[in-house]
């Protein structure tokens, strides 16, 4: 069999002819980035041929041998019947960057005070009675009769095996931890002895984010986050449902996940001094497709009509069977979806809203990232829908775009006389491409500035150097080649743009519709929350300006953070807020806005800076 080789990690390994470079990369630990998913279709998977050849397909769909020196997509080239070698450039997920490593505070202040806790676990102290003979009772009838109306239902196979040791190794005092299926975890002899800890755990599309947080009085000890694995699979859920398909995909997907939130929950132990084996309960959020991901189920009949998932209600797990690096007897609860594309995530990030605390208010709840998901509502209705915004906030569909990682462009400004702009980069290294927060800012400024027009074409009567005009393309120069980290100019194309305006598009129109459902206008709004962590780089001007987000004063938006990650806090400590939960997404009315026939009209009239009705954006006045 042929052999490839990887540079520069120097890794080689054989495979079948016929593989694709990226699986291949894959099975030898070699992250390439894949934001389309391996569709061949966003172009970030370029290798170098740099021996051998590679049989690869060009863009046009014609196949050709790549000799040496030949660059390549992996998703689209594969081993032929000779050794190769190819050369990786540097990895976006090579960097850190705005969501990559640790806070030790949560997102908001949200807390649980210690007279008011009811973990998903509880410990009871008990004394079992010493067995007599004749009695007829064994070990368990005894814990049980001690127990009285608290008596556990079930018990794990390791709690069971250690039940005649423990209650006659301290002349029957004994403390037993249960779970709320009244399950018996554990027992220990005496007190409890040691504190016990959960976790909630928060998986993003983009980020995962890890709570530590001590059982018996809920004080957070910790938080880890870190970017989710996956992202090398792809930017958006659509993407990834498509990575799924191939060749022990679901399988890589899986693994991914797993790795960064054991990679994060071992930073946590070792940071606290805790014992994994003392972590017995999990409270997860995560979309709907994240979910199916993580516990290996199938996800393409979340984007196959008629759209419908394995489960909306995942039944409580074990940590053993999630892959969870913990007790393996914790047990794991899964925040509900309402719909394919209103997962866990959302039903957590409300309970940190007023929207479930009785406020007649109309509010909006929106989170931005690759899906946008909306809630409206208050006390009485919660109306929801979820928006294709695609990966352009992320970096993909974008020529320079990348993830908020080190040498992004995050916020941009535009001289109003020259066109030329100053940019601030995460890191502050030099340039290497343009994330989600520096695309909204340097398309507002070129509108603020007027170098950018309502239909998203950029001045071109002018001389100036930022803007290169090929034929009938034009360019916005952010960073020469020479003032940049790869060489290579970092610029945005009138089709970059189009991309972008599409994502803003997509959120805004589903904002109109939703509050066209329940007859209210835009300027009605009490409240509009924005949640997420691409929400909390989010300049609200920059997004007015651009129509992402509706033109109401600015007193009236609030940041709430990783709403989600405070959910899954809230659940994890209080029996009431998971009562909540459950009874706030039986009243959530989901709107499919495939179905709607009045989604384009909103959606067409969106694609304009700010948008086809001048009316709706008052503020945004047309430069001088």
Request: aromatic share 4%.
């Amino acid at each position: 069999m042929p052999s490839i080789q990887f540079f520069p990690a120097n890794i080689t390994i054989t495979c079948g002819p016929g593989t694709d470079l990226l699986d291949a990369a894959r099975k030898a630990g070699v992250a390439i980035d894949a934001p389309c998913g391996g569709n061949g279709t966003c172009g970030k998977c370029r290798v170098r041929v740099r021996s051998g050849t590679v049989k690869s397909i060009s863009v046009g769909g014609m196949p050709f041998d790549a000799p040496e020196g030949t660059v390549v997509l992996a998703c689209r080239s594969r081993l032929g019947d000779n050794d190769a070698a190819v050369e990786i450039p540097k990895q976006h997920t090579d960097t850190g960057g705005k969501f990559a490593g640790s806070c030790e505070q949560a997102d908001q202040a949200v807390t649980i005070g210690p007279g008011h806790v009811s973990p998903l676990v509880e410990t009871r102290a008990t004394r079992v009675a010493r067995p007599e003979k004749e009695d007829g009772l064994s070990d368990w009838d005894r814990l049980c009769n001690a127990l009285g109306d608290a008596a556990p239902e079930d018990a794990s196979l390791e709690a069971l095996q250690v039940l005649a040791r423990t209650v006659r190794g301290s002349d029957g005092n004994v403390t037993v931890t249960m779970d709320d299926r009244k399950r018996m975890i554990a027992i220990a002899s005496g007190g409890s002895g040691h504190t016990q800890y959960g976790l909630a755990i928060d998986i993003g599309t983009t980020t995962i984010a890890v709570m530590l947080v001590s059982l018996a009085d809920g004080e957070i000890i910790g938080v880890k986050t870190d970017y989710n694995e996956q992202i090398s699979c792809g930017l958006d859920i659509i993407s990834r449902i498509n990575y799924a398909r191939r060749e022990h995909g679901g399988d890589d997907l899986r693994n991914h996940v797993l790795n960064a939130i054991n990679r994060c929950i071992r930073q946590l132990t070792t940071d606290h001094g805790v014992s994994p084996d003392d972590i017995l309960c999990v409270s997860l959020a995560g979309n709907t497709t994240m979910t199916h991901l993580l516990l290996g189920l199938p996800p393409e009949h979340i984007r196959l009509s008629p759209y419908t998932p394995t489960l909306h209600r995942v039944p409580p797990m074990n940590a053993g069977e999630t892959g969870l690096d913990i007790n393996r007897n914790a047990l794991v609860r899964f925040a509900p979806a309402v719909g394919s594309y209103v997962g866990g995530d959302i039903t957590s990030g409300l309970l940190g809203t007023e929207m479930v605390s009785g406020d007649e208010q109309i509010q909006l709840f929106i989170d931005i990232g690759t899906n946008g998901e909306l809630v409206l509502g208050n006390s009485d209705f919660l109306m929801t829908c979820a928006c294709s915004a695609g990966p352009a906030f992320e970096g993909g569909g974008v020529s320079c775009g990348m993830r908020a990682a080190d040498g992004a462009v995050e916020a941009v400004k535009v001289d109003p006389a020259t066109g030329l702009c100053d940019c601030t980069t995460i890191g502050a290294v030099k340039p290497a491409g343009i994330c989600g927060s520096g695309m909204i800012s340097l398309l507002a400024e070129l509108v603020r500035t007027g170098w950018l027009d309502a239909g998203g074409k950029l001045r071109r009567n002018t001389d100036c150097s930022a803007i290169r005009v090929d034929g009938r393309k034009a360019y916005y120069i952010l960073a020469s080649g020479a003032q940049s980290a790869s060489d290579s100019a970092v610029e945005l194309s009138e089709i970059d743009i189009e991309n972008i305006m599409r994502a803003k598009a997509a959120i805004f129109s589903a904002i109109a519709l939703l509050t066209r459902h329940i007859g209210i206008d835009i300027e009605d709004l009490a409240r509009v929350c924005i949640a997420g962590g691409f929400g909390r780089f989010l300049d609200i001007t920059d997004a007015i300006t651009l129509g992402l987000l509706p033109d109401i004063p600015e007193d009236r938006f609030r940041y709430i953070g990783n709403a989600s990650l405070t959910g899954a806090y809230l659940t994890l400590m209080s029996q009431t807020k998971r009562e909540l939960q459950q009874r706030e997404a039986r009243r959530m009315t989901y709107i499919d806005l495939s179905n709607d026939p009045g989604y384009m009209d909103q959606y067409s009239a969106a694609l304009f800076l700010p948008h086809t009705d001048a009316g709706l954006f008052p503020s945004v006045k047309k430069p001088q």
